[in-house]
Nanobody, 115 residues
Framework: QVQLVESGGGSVQPGGSLRLSCAAS????????MGWYRQAPGTQRELVAT???????NYADSVKGRFTISRDNAKNTVYLQMNGLKPEDTAVYYC?????????WGQGTQVTVSS
């Protein structure tokens, strides 16, 4: 089993910054994808930013230039630095890990951007 623990969400004003963290523990091997998705009320969960197995990154067009995904392989942790936050970034942010043993999701962390 794999556990994903997210942290770093909160409330900020437009233009502000937040940094999310996701620490993975348990039986981890052959990670294919690890990264961040989000879901706003009444919408489908969507990709925000991910790492592939090769280390390549993939970003949603709406966050390019504002968000940066990074990782610490030794700690099995991924981060999402979010700058220039907009009200439309308001959502629950979920960490996802896809590996040979299956797909795992974190519990989600709320990000609210409002003046």
């Amino acid at each position: 089993q794999v556990q994903l623990v997210e942290s770093g969400g909160g409330s900020v004003q437009p233009g502000g910054s937040l940094r999310l963290s996701c620490a993975a523990s348990g039986t981890i091997f052959n990670i294919y994808v690890m990264g961040w998705y989000r879901q706003a009320p009444g919408t489908q969960r969507e990709l925000v930013a991910t790492f592939t197995r090769s280390g390549a990154t993939n970003y949603a067009d709406s966050v390019k230039g504002r968000f940066t995904i990074s990782r610490d392989n030794a700690k099995n942790t991924v981060y999402l630095q979010m700058n220039g936050l907009k009200p439309e970034d308001t959502a629950v942010y979920y960490c996802k890990l896809l590996q040979s043993g299956g797909t795992y999701w974190g519990q989600g962390t709320q990000v609210t951007v409002s003046s």
